[in-house]
């Protein structure tokens, strides 16, 4: 038996030098998304502090029932869509 | 009508136009780059596609224009798609309004006749690299009225988009027109600024595409004008003969080539009453800048789906409207171009 533990870490190949400018949009696509989900947790922030509620606390611990947790699945699907989409050069397509 | 986005659609256009905004420290770094790896640039060569293979050889060490190279290219891609997918957003809100604004009002659209196609410089072309091209989406002209130039473009040129248009509406020599023809009307916001300036006129536009016509109407509908719009070439109207006293146009020729521009002239002589006037407006002259302007310019085009541009820019217009048999021809202006002229007597 040859060494087993070779298989610990294969080298293999993924992007080449041609896919670096596909990753540049790919990290530009994702700013969009960050920026996306910054802007709506200021507004979040902005709306409850006007009610004057304050739920960092309860954040911490939540629990999406499964409607939710379906429509998390869906958005982060959308996400991982979308990025790959700008990796691949597909986008519009 | 006006665009109210949800919160995604919202924030992705504000992350675009903040995305331009953001550029800011790179271009200068780039152009500070530009003037040490070009520093004669007098010596660039005067075919254009090997001006611009020099250029961006001499450039590409410049991390800063890599990254700016990157953006521009991304945000060409992009920022039609992410107007789209803001407008699919609050589509079925929207709808109604925009089916109301379409059926109902004074203005009237005649789309080109049946088996007529549109000509081959134009069909299937991305202009300004839109996805699909202007007819694409059935929804493409309020796309591209309200969303990419009233929300994106206006953002990064307060005012620009009507102000100049305003302007040059406002500079024909005389005070009333009875009858205007706006070529390449589009969505309708030089001919908004033809309506104002002169309430009295008759207002007629002509366009190839559809679907900025449509929006057109709608724009038309929602002040109560009775704007006649075809979907018909500028240079082919169909129109009777000195049925107008004005026709003029903004910005359509860089997207038109050299033959068909020459036609554009002929056929706003031949639709013009003896003593009427012609304003057509367009992109600076390659002739009015220096070598690495027009570098700029000219791959600015070929990256931004402009295929016609060259040709374009580099004829002298006031040539091709006194070919045209037009006279007292004035062409003079950086940005936009204006060049004018009036049929003899
Ligand atoms: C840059 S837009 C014009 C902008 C518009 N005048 C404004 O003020 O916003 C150019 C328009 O010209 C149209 N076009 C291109 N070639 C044309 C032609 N030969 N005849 C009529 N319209 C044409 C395009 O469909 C496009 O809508």
């Known amino acids: 038996m040859s060494d087993p533990t070779r298989f610990n870490h ?6 080449a030098e041609a896919d670096v400018g596909r990753v540049g949009s790919a990290v530009l696509a994702l700013t969009r998304e960050l920026w996306v989900l910054s802007d709506r947790m200021a507004v979040m922030e902005a709306l409850l502090e006007r009610h004057g509620i304050d739920i960092g606390g309860e954040i911490e611990c939540f629990e999406p ?3 939710m947790q379906a429509r998390l699945d869906q958005r982060g699907q959308a996400l991982v869509e979308g990025i790959l989409a700008a990796l691949a050069g597909t986008e519009g397509d | 009508m006006t665009f109210r986005p949800a919160q995604r659609g919202r924030a992705s256009l504000d992350f675009l136009v903040n995305l331009t905004r953001g550029m800011k420290a790179v271009r200068g770094q780039v152009e500070a780059d530009l003037a040490s790896a070009v520093p004669e640039a007098g010596a660039l060569a005067e ?3 090997q001006r611009d293979a020099q250029v961006a050889g001499a450039l590409s060490p410049s991390g800063a224009w890599r990254v700016s190279e990157l953006v521009g290219e991304w945000q060409s891609r992009m920022h039609g798609l992410y107007a789209r997918e803001s407008f699919a957003e609050v589509e079925d809100d929207l709808a109604p309004v925009l089916e109301r604004l379409q059926s109902k009002g004074p203005a009237r659209l005649v789309p080109r006749a049946q088996g ?18 202007w007819d694409d989406h059935p929804m493409q002209g309020y796309i591209h009225g309200e969303i990419v130039h009233r929300r994106m473009v206006e953002a990064l040129f307060p005012g620009g988009i009507f102000r100049q248009r305003r302007a040059l509406a406002a500079s024909a020599p005389r005070a009333h027109y009875r009858r205007i023809l706006d070529m390449g009307a589009s969505t309708g916001h030089f001919t908004e600024a033809l309506q104002e300036t002169y309430p009295d006129a008759e207002i007629v536009g002509v366009d190839l595409s559809l679907r900025a016509l449509e929006h057109a109407e709608r724009v038309a509908n929602a002040h109560g004008w009775a704007w006649q719009l075809y979907q018909r070439p500028a240079e082919d109207t169909g129109f009777e003969s000195e049925s ?3 026709v003029a146009s903004y910005i359509l020729l860089h997207e038109i080539p050299a033959d068909v521009i020459r036609a554009v002239f002929a056929e706003a002589f031949r639709l013009l009453e003896p ?10 002259r390659y002739a009015d800048m220096d070598k690495l302007a027009v570098w700029r310019a000219d791959r600015g085009a070929r990256l931004g789906g402009e ?10 217009l006031a040539r091709v409207a006194r070919e045209a048999g037009f006279a007292d021809v004035v062409a003079e202006g950086i940005y936009p171009h204006v060049v004018r002229g009036r049929k003899p007597q």
């Open chain 2, 275 to 284: 003593g009427g006037d012609m304003i057509m407006s367009d992109v600076t």
């Open chain 2, 116 to 133: 007529d196609s549109a000509p081959d410089y134009w069909r299937g072309v991305n202009f300004h690299r839109t996805a699909g091209g």
């Open chain 1, 10 to 15: 294969p080298i293999r190949e993924t992007l």
């Open chain 1, 65 to 67: 029932d499964a409607q």
């Open chain 2, 47 to 49: 075919d254009l596609d």
């Open chain 2, 307 to 316: 295929p016609h541009w060259r040709e374009s820019a580099s004829l002298d």
């Open chain 2, 244 to 246: 107008f006293d004005l």
